[in-house]
Nanobody, 119 residues
Framework: QVQLVESGGGLVQAGGSLTLSCAAS????????VGWFRQAPGKERETVST????????YYADSVKGRFTISRDNAKNAMYLQMNGLKPEDTAVYYC????????????WGQGTQVTVSS
């Protein structure tokens, strides 16, 4: 198993930047495909960005392409989401998650961190 803890959320003005961090403990972090997800009030949870365990391939939602960058540091058991050019519509609770196989759902989740972007 792996335990995940997010940090780095907060309040920022539109156009600003934040970096979210996800610290992992438990089994070797490098064995997991990991990703960032978000859920805004009244909306369904959506995938923001993922990074594969096997080849480091990344995925970004169209809404964040060119603004957000996902990265991982397996030596530190950590994952990051650099968010630039933030918009009010990026306001949500952001979660990091992990799965042991790309054929399985994400089954390890952090508690979430709030990101609020003011206009």
């Amino acid at each position: 198993q792996v335990q995940l803890v997010e940090s780095g959320g907060g309040l920022v003005q539109a156009g600003g930047s934040l970096t979210l961090s996800c610290a992992a403990s438990g089994r070797s972090f490098s064995q997991y495909t990991v990703g960032w997800f978000r859920q805004a009030p009244g909306k369904e949870r959506e995938t923001v960005s993922t990074i594969s365990r096997s080849d480091g391939r990344t995925y970004y939602a169209d809404s964040v392409k060119g603004r957000f960058t996902i990265s991982r540091d397996n030596a530190k058991n950590a994952m990051y989401l650099q968010m630039n050019g933030l918009k009010p519509e990026d306001t949500a609770v952001y979660y990091c998650a992990a799965r042991i196989s790309d054929l399985l759902p994400y089954n390890y989740w952090g508690q979430g961190t709030q990101v609020t972007v003011s206009s």
